[in-house]
């Protein structure tokens, strides 16, 4: 019994000596921190989401105070919390504009046409690999939520097999961006109200085959407004999308219904003429 109490006592000591030893070389050779980067850290949203292009906030907080970083990198912070993060790093308040992401494709399981049945892991990129998932249209969206898992804000919605992009929610972070195999997803100024929700560079016949509102480039709205659109190849791009409005879209009667406003495409109405082949 003694042999045991006098174990335990010596191996107390001996934690005692350690932890004063520990202590004292923690404190003598500490390396001290800059206040503000704890400062701007709590400033930040907290939401890690990596759109900056830090680690997290906290490295983000810690880049903008040793490598000068623009806080207006960060899409989430509000303009007051910007105000504060500048004042508090010393640096000049920066302007920032709003964005959100726009998945610029149309072909949910109504209007695209399947030529496979997909059976693999319910995943976008790993449906890139093999055989671009079921759908017939090598540049739409697949479909499986890739992007929606991903997104931090829960902006992003799967609906009949096409992401639907809510811009109320939408922070504009980008990682559904970087998520997207078929690269068919942007960031535009948040104030945009319309968009041609295509994305296939195929010539019209081809799309035709495979999708019921796509853009075929009849260059309709070329024609009516080309200030706000170009026709690039076989896909006709808005260049001035936040010009794009509610009036100017029901002039210009797109055929297919690929322009659509951002509140008919999120509603789900498609206003389509034709049909695919």
Same mark, same amino acid.
């Given at each position: *019994? *003694?042999?045991?109490?006098?174990?335990?006592?010596?191996?107390?000591?001996?934690?005692?000596?350690?932890?004063? *030893?520990?202590?004292?070389?923690?404190?003598?050779?500490?390396?001290?921190?800059?206040?503000?980067?704890?400062?701007? #850290?709590?400033?930040?949203?907290?939401?890690? $989401?990596?759109?900056? !292009?830090?680690?997290?906030?906290?490295?983000? &907080?810690?880049?903008?105070?040793?490598?000068?970083?623009?806080?207006?990198?960060?899409?989430?912070?509000?303009?007051?919390?910007?105000?504060?993060?500048?004042?508090?790093?010393?640096?000049?308040?920066? #302007?920032?504009?709003?964005?959100?992401?726009?998945?610029?494709?149309?072909?949910?399981?109504?209007?695209?046409?399947?030529?496979?049945?997909?059976?693999?892991?319910?995943?976008?990129?790993?449906?890139?690999?093999?055989?671009?998932?079921?759908?017939?249209?090598?540049?739409?969206?697949?479909?499986?939520?890739? $992007?929606? /898992?991903?997104?931090?804000?829960?902006?992003?919605?799967?609906?009949?097999?096409?992401?639907? %992009?809510?811009?109320?929610? $939408?922070? !504009?972070?980008?990682?559904?961006?970087?998520?997207?195999? /078929?690269?068919?997803?942007?960031? %535009?100024?948040?104030?945009? /109200?319309?968009?041609?929700?295509?994305?296939?560079?195929?010539?019209?016949?081809?799309?035709?085959?495979?999708?019921?509102?796509?853009?075929?480039?009849?260059?309709?709205?070329?024609? #009516?407004?080309?200030?706000?659109?170009?026709?690039?190849?076989?896909?006709?791009?808005?260049?001035?999308?936040?010009?794009?409005?509610?009036?100017?879209?029901?002039?210009? !009667?797109?055929?297919?219904?690929?322009?659509?406003?951002?509140? #008919?495409?999120?509603?789900?109405?498609?206003?389509?003429?034709? &049909?695919? &082949?």
């Amino acid at each position: *019994m *003694m042999n045991v109490l006098i174990a335990v006592l010596v191996l107390a000591l001996l934690g005692l000596i350690l932890g004063i *030893m520990i202590g004292y070389v923690a404190k003598k050779f500490a390396v001290e921190g800059d206040s503000r980067v704890e400062e701007i #850290t709590a400033l930040l949203p907290g939401a890690n $989401c990596g759109g900056c !292009g830090f680690a997290g906030c906290a490295d983000f &907080a810690k880049g903008i105070i040793e490598s000068g970083a623009s806080p207006t990198l960060c899409a989430v912070c509000s303009e007051e919390a910007l105000a504060k993060i500048s004042e508090v790093a010393g640096l000049a308040a920066g #302007t920032r504009e709003k964005k959100v992401a726009v998945v610029y494709c149309s072909g949910d399981n109504e209007h695209a046409v399947h030529i496979a049945y997909y059976n693999g892991l319910n995943d976008c990129r790993a449906a890139a690999v093999l055989a671009g998932g079921g759908k017939g249209c090598r540049f739409g969206c697949i479909g499986l939520g890739s $992007c929606a /898992r991903n997104c931090p804000y829960g902006s992003i919605e799967i609906r009949n097999g096409l992401s639907i %992009v809510h811009p109320e929610l $939408c922070r !504009g972070c980008g990682i559904c961006v970087d998520i997207c195999p /078929r690269k068919l997803i942007r960031l %535009v100024p948040a104030e945009s /109200r319309a968009h041609v929700y295509c994305n296939s560079l195929d010539k019209a016949v081809i799309k035709r085959k495979f999708c019921s509102v796509t853009c075929i480039a009849c260059r309709k709205c070329v024609k #009516t407004s080309p200030e706000h659109f170009n026709a690039q190849g076989f896909l006709v791009r808005a260049v001035d999308e936040p010009g794009i409005t509610e009036e100017m879209v029901k002039s210009i !009667g797109c055929p297919t219904g690929a322009l659509q406003t951002v509140e #008919t495409h999120t509603a789900g109405k498609k206003e389509k003429k034709g &049909a695919a &082949a």
